[in-house]
């Protein structure tokens, strides 16, 4: 008899501080087989392992995924597709797997692209979702700050590309929250002028670790390029 293929889970594993990993996360994890996260070309290291290192038992092998940093959108669908032929391979052979992200699985993760090839090569795979909490509402509660109230919307946009998303979408919330602020910094900080958000605007970096920051003034990214790890919280006022 043909043994079951296993299931995925893709876990969200927080921001950055063990302890806001999902209950339901750590009893996953108690049980797997195979751990999977997602590296650089450059190097094999990944932040969401460390985070979950201690729930994560011995006897689970750790796998990590080489996805390249680049803007070649058919480099980035080959890698995509080749890692989840390798995440179907292990599946079929009955063991069960986990896909490990910073934050929440599927806000600006790399595993929303796996689980979008899985569909499409091999559908008959069970996957189980965790939700993790995203580092803007563990901003939000870092520094005491209601990210909508009443009748409010809030924006979630990617400042990777500079600050022309928020110049798009300014209007239409008065809360706004920019991830992967780290790089067109001085376009982000031009962009929130121009909404007059800049004086009610945070961005918090590296949240949760050892050398997170809080920055209130945020007009000074535009002299300093930040962590990686950094948002932005803007308000109307």
């Given at each position: ?110 595993y929303g692209y796996i689980l979008k090839a899985i ?90 670790m050892e050398d997170e920051k809080i920055i209130k ?21």
């Amino acid at each position: 008899m043909k043994k079951a293929s296993g299931t995925l889970y893709g876990i969200g594993v927080g921001p950055g501080d063990p302890d806001l990993i999902p209950v339901k996360a750590v009893d996953v994890l108690g049980k797997i087989d195979l751990i999977f996260a997602a590296a650089s070309t450059k190097n094999e290291h990944s932040r969401a392992v460390e985070i979950a290192t201690r729930h994560i038992p011995r006897s689970a092998c750790i796998k990590m995924l080489s996805f390249p940093m680049t803007r070649d959108q058919k480099a980035r669908q080959a890698s995509w597709h080749s890692n989840a032929e390798i995440i179907i391979g292990e599946l079929r052979k009955g063991l069960n797997a986990a896909f490990l992200t910073l934050g929440d699985c599927l806000t600006y993760a790399t595993y929303g692209y796996i689980l979008k090839a899985i569909g499409q090569i091999a559908p008959e795979i069970k996957v189980v979702t965790i939700p993790g909490i995203t580092s803007y509402q563990a901003a939000a509660a870092r520094i005491n700050l209601p990210l909508v109230e009443g009748e409010q919307s809030l924006l979630v946009v990617s400042g990777a590309e500079g600050g022309n998303n928020l110049r798009q979408v300014c209007d239409c919330a008065e809360n706004v929250v920019i991830m992967k602020a780290y790089r067109n910094t001085g376009d982000i900080v031009a962009a929130l002028g121009e909404a007059g958000m800049l004086d009610t605007s945070v961005a918090v970096s590296n949240l949760g670790m050892e050398d997170e920051k809080i920055i209130k003034d945020v007009s000074s990214l535009s002299k300093s390029k930040p962590g990686y790890w950094t948002l932005v919280i803007a308000k109307k006022k």
